[in-house]
């Protein structure tokens, strides 16, 4: 399987902007970008995905390198909320069904 | 709210019994997903049905078995639990089966192991 790779934390300050970044440089052309977060005692969240062009949705954008090799989700103001475990996944070809979580990166929020 | 129910919320019992871990999807959803999430491994894929089959299979034990029912829940039998079962049991839904589908997320299962 095509693993991803994501630092282990990251912080930032209240209404700024967020890049968390994400390498994934054995990706397939078949393979989806996928991001999730999982906020304590709470299940994943979908927050967006994309294949090769850059996606925003009312929660974040998501950046796709020409290469496809990275990725960074861009949360444009954060808030506390959105303190989170984020999770960048590959889901494509035979394994389209399996999601393989890292060990994500943990996002500190600072009022 | 996602609109995936999972039930029980939490669950305790002993080493060598059985549970069932009951998943309703969100409404419409033909694929469910489930997963386990434990301290020491993060949140592992378990397997998938789409539509009542059998669709995908990841690490999954043989003591532990799901299926998913004409009414689109699916249910996770766990048995012969040992210690190292302790963990969180999530269910997930999406639409339709596919690389481009994004997944839906319960609250999850809490099993404990005494």
Known sequence: ?111 | DSGVTQTPKHLITATGQRVTLRCSPRSGDLSVYWYQQSLDQGLQFLIQYYNGEERAKGNILERFSAQQFPDLHSELNLSSLELGDSALYFCASSAFTGVGQPQHFGDGTRLSIL
């Open chain 1, 1 to 111: 399987d095509a693993k991803t790779t994501q630092p282990n934390s990251m912080e930032s300050n209240e209404e700024e902007p967020v890049h968390l970044p994400c390498n994934h440089s054995t990706i397939s052309g078949t393979d989806y970008i996928h991001w999730y977060r999982q906020l304590p005692s709470q299940g994943p969240e979908y927050v967006i995905h994309g294949l090769t062009s850059n996606v925003n949705n009312r929660m974040a954008s998501l950046a796709i390198a020409e290469d496809r090799k990275s990725s960074t989700l861009i949360l444009h103001r954060a808030t506390l909320r959105d303190a989170a475990v984020y999770y960048c996944i590959l889901r494509g070809g035979a394994n389209a069904g399996k999601s393989t979580f890292g060990d994500g990166t943990t996002l500190t929020v600072k009022p």
